[in-house]
């Protein structure tokens, strides 16, 4: 980690600064405790300017400015340390920042949805998002070592200091044992050792706990009005708070504070407050015995009990931070760990195709045999499935819920590998092909498409990353695709964001309350002045949201129209309208060219009629496979499900 850092432009010599600065504040407390030595002089000298009436100015005026400077320069130096520690934290934080992202971008999906890896690249956030974990350790190891030089360099000025006092070093180890007993009273509490585990079984608070998140989410805005649920919401939380009584109001760390401080009697609580006055004590029974030693001993007893008290806080800082390291050590080991996870899907070794010509005319695809299940599946998915689509077929799967139809999509863009049975494209086994180079030579639509948090140009143009900013592009792929005529209507257009990922931050009360003063709340001018949206999302139909996922499908099938060979379309119009649906249809195959075309549907019509190919699929297995006149004739599951459709358009 440190050989990295270094190599950060600009971070080696504010590293070495921050550094010497650490250790310069850490020596400081030895200055200034070397200072305070002199009041024992002074204490002295207070009693010889009461017997002579003379006063050495010089000697005061040293002690006095000894503590004024230690105290100016630590001013001065942790205000030079936090400026540099801003620029050192900003630099390795965005270095470990493009590390992480590199991390999760390039897993594969088998790889990403494991349980696992997830956990594990959760460890690589830190806890603060000021901060990076990086930045914590260096942060840490500058720490421990810093609070051992301030330990040793304290202990040893006061050795110093107190060797030569009557009965100091007892008086510091009364004041250590005291310190540390209320110390350690503290951390038992707070800190108690063991590996332990937490859960809750009581069905009311889980409820409760539930219902508070069902009434607060806006996803479940829609089904509490439109269901009339609010009153029995209402009740039902009512009657929980009932059931529970006082422990509704816990949570998590209040059940652990609880336990935590319900017993605090123990040796060292009961210790406690004895050691705290045995000093006092000691100081008393010495003053009897040597009365002319009152003002040394005055200055020694409260130079020992500060001291002490801030060295035990130190030493206990240290201890507790110690064993952080391990902790610290392992979350930078998975830092590195996470860049390194390799994928569930192997890559090939082959380059597809071999000559770029032949994507022109489409793709042959070939399963042979192929069953498939799920990571963490019982059940088969796809189960001794086998067909073949010829170059330039335009296939069309047909099939109920859940038959299978978009696993054979997914199989075929490598998002996962058959568990038996083998795939070919182009004759060739699909395991040895380069995934980037079967990738860039397919076109994907999924039935559970999603939009990236970005603006909706963005979200088409990343359809073909080699132009995506080619605005050229973008357009015409949106009027393909039925969305920019509604996009144009949008009062930012192809930069809106359908959710922003920063989202805008307000002083003061929410809108729309009011202030002490009876005026109502109003950030509408600040808004207009600072350009800012009054919500942070824009809503869209669910046509509309599919009509820009289309847009950014066509985006790559027409930006590397002679490289893309295979477009595969899941449920393409299960959000549209008819007409919307119709002229999609039309669309694409008036584009296809003699690319190779496959689509999954539950419902038939437009398209079947048209394909060379059809799969009739039920319970992950292709019942029938034909073109639509061939089904019809054979009257089998295809022709009973066409004909239960069309009855609906029948006289």
Same mark, same amino acid.
């Given at each position: ?13 504010? %590293? ?42 010089? %000697? ?100 110093? +200091? ?52 069902? +009434? ?101 800082? %240290? ?78 799967? +047909? ?27 182009? =004759? ?37 990353? =080699? ?82 996922? %289309? ?101």
């Amino acid at each position: 980690m440190l050989k990295d850092i270094v190599t950060i432009p600009s971070c080696l010599p504010l %590293l070495v600064s921050y550094l010497i600065l650490e250790f310069a504040v850490a020596l400081v407390p030895a200055v200034s405790l070397w200072c305070v030595q002199f009041l024992m002089v002074v204490r002295v000298e207070v009693q010889t300017a009461v017997d002579k009436r003379t006063v050495d100015t010089r %000697l005061l005026s040293q002690v006095a400015l000894g503590r004024f400077g230690c105290a100016v320069v630590t001013r001065l130096v942790l205000f030079v340390k936090f400026r540099i520690m801003t620029p050192l934290n900003t630099r390795i934080k965005l270095f470990y920042s493009q590390h992480v992202f590199r991390a999760n971008v390039r897993l594969d999906v088998p790889t990403f949805d494991d349980g696992a890896v997830q956990r594990q690249l959760e460890e690589t956030s830190p806890q603060n998002s000021r901060s990076s974990i990086a930045w914590d350790t260096v942060v840490l190891a500058a720490r421990i070592s810093s609070t051992f030089l301030r330990l040793f360099s304290e202990v040893t000025v006061l050795v110093t +200091v107190l060797h030569e006092q009557r009965d100091g070093l007892l008086m510091a180890a009364l004041c250590f044992a005291q310190s540390a007993a209320a110390w350690m009273s503290v951390r038992k509490t707070m800190h108690p050792g063991g590996v332990w585990a937490a859960t809750t079984k009581n069905d009311d608070y889980i409820k409760m706990q539930g219902l508070k998140q069902l +009434v607060t989410a806006p996803e479940h805005r829609k089904e509490i009005v439109a269901g009339g649920l609010w009153e029995y919401c209402v009740s039902l939380y009512h009657s929980c708070l009932e059931k529970l009584g006082d422990s509704a109001a816990m949570d998590f760390y209040d059940a652990l504070h609880h336990f935590r401080t319900s017993d605090r009697l123990s040796i060292s609580s009961f210790l406690h407050e004895p050691l705290k006055e045995a000093p006092h004590i000691l100081f008393t029974l010495r003053a009897v015995q040597y009365p002319a030693s009152i003002p040394v001993s005055i200055t020694s007893l409260h130079l020992v009990m500060n001291t002490t008290q801030t060295f035990i806080y130190g030493l206990f800082s %240290l201890l507790d931070e110690t064993r952080s390291v391990a902790d610290q050590l392992s979350r930078i080991r998975n830092i590195y760990e996470v860049g390194n996870i390799p994928n569930k899907i192997a890559d090939g070794k082959e380059p597809y195709p071999e000559n770029q010509q032949t994507l022109t005319m489409g793709m042959a695809i070939e399963f042979r045999n192929v069953s498939f299940k799920y990571p963490g599946s019982e059940g088969y998915a796809l189960h001794n499935v086998s067909f073949k689509i010829e170059r330039g077929q335009l296939c069309v799967i +047909v099939g109920s819920n859940g038959s299978g139809k978009s696993t054979i999509l997914k199989l075929i863009a490598r998002l996962y590998d058959p568990c038996e049975g083998e795939i070919l494209i182009d =004759d060739r086994d699909i395991r040895t092909l380069k995934l980037a180079d079967l990738r860039r030579a397919t076109s994907v639509l999924f039935q559970d498409y999603t939009h990236f948090p970005l603006s909706i140009k963005d979200n088409i143009g990343l359809g073909d990353p =080699d132009n995506a900013n080619d605005e050229d592009m973008i357009m015409r792929a949106a009027t393909l695709g039925g969305a920019k005529e509604f996009i144009d209507k949008l009062p930012e257009g192809f930069n809106t964001y359908l959710e922003r990922p920063v989202r805008d931050y307000y002083s003061g009360l929410p809108e729309g309350t009011k202030t002490l003063f009876g005026r109502p709340v109003d950030y509408s001018s600040v808004r207009t002045f600072g350009n800012i949206s009054s919500s942070g999302s824009i809503g869209l139909s669910g046509g509309q949201m599919q009509r820009i996922a %289309l847009s950014r499908t066509f985006m790559r099938s027409l930006a590397s129209e002679s490289k893309v060979g295979l477009l595969l379309f899941d449920e393409p119009s299960a959000s549209l309208d008819p007409t919307a649906e119709h002229d999609l249809f039309e669309r694409l195959r008036q584009l296809r060219g003699n690319k190779t075309m496959i689509f999954s549907s539950h419902r038939f019509g437009n398209l079947t009629r048209h394909a060379d190919l059809i799969l009739y699929m039920n319970d992950s297995v292709v019942v029938e496979e034909g073109t639509h006149d061939g089904l019809i004739k054979k009257n089998g599951e295809y022709a009973r499900i066409w004909m239960l459709q069309a009855q609906a358009f029948l006289p």
